[in-house]
């Protein structure tokens, strides 16, 4: 079995929604939280995520230039193969 690693991100995204439901919750039936507190874990909520969405695109910029990387290394090694078929033929004096 595989196991999916628990990130940072991940872990304070459901701790923070679940502080956020209890609060919605007690604003409704017992008055207790405000409506800045509210706006605070929504707004909390949108930065984990956001943060989240970047160490994405960093994550993706690196299989980029991996890709980018095998591509260079994939075309020199048919320019390899180009000239050493050019020996062979050159050598067997084929035209």
Same mark, same amino acid.
């Given at each position: 079995m595989k196991y999916k690693k628990i990130e940072l991100f991940e872990v304070l995204l459901w701790i923070v929604a679940i502080i956020l439901f209890v609060m919605i919750l007690t604003r409704i039936f017992g008055n207790s939280a405000t409506d800045?507190? &509210?706006y605070l874990g929504f707004f909390t909520s949108l930065?984990?995520?956001i943060g989240h969405i970047i /160490?994405?695109?960093t994550n993706i910029g690196d299989i980029n230039r991996e890709l980018g990387e095998f591509? &260079?290394?994939t075309i020199n090694s048919f320019d390899n193969l180009k000239s050493d078929m050019e020996l062979? /033929?050159?050598k067997l004096k084929i035209k």
């Amino acid at each position: 079995m595989k196991y999916k690693k628990i990130e940072l991100f991940e872990v304070l995204l459901w701790i923070v929604a679940i502080i956020l439901f209890v609060m919605i919750l007690t604003r409704i039936f017992g008055n207790s939280a405000t409506d800045t507190q &509210i706006y605070l874990g929504f707004f909390t909520s949108l930065l984990i995520i956001i943060g989240h969405i970047i /160490k994405l695109n960093t994550n993706i910029g690196d299989i980029n230039r991996e890709l980018g990387e095998f591509k &260079i290394k994939t075309i020199n090694s048919f320019d390899n193969l180009k000239s050493d078929m050019e020996l062979i /033929k050159n050598k067997l004096k084929i035209k």
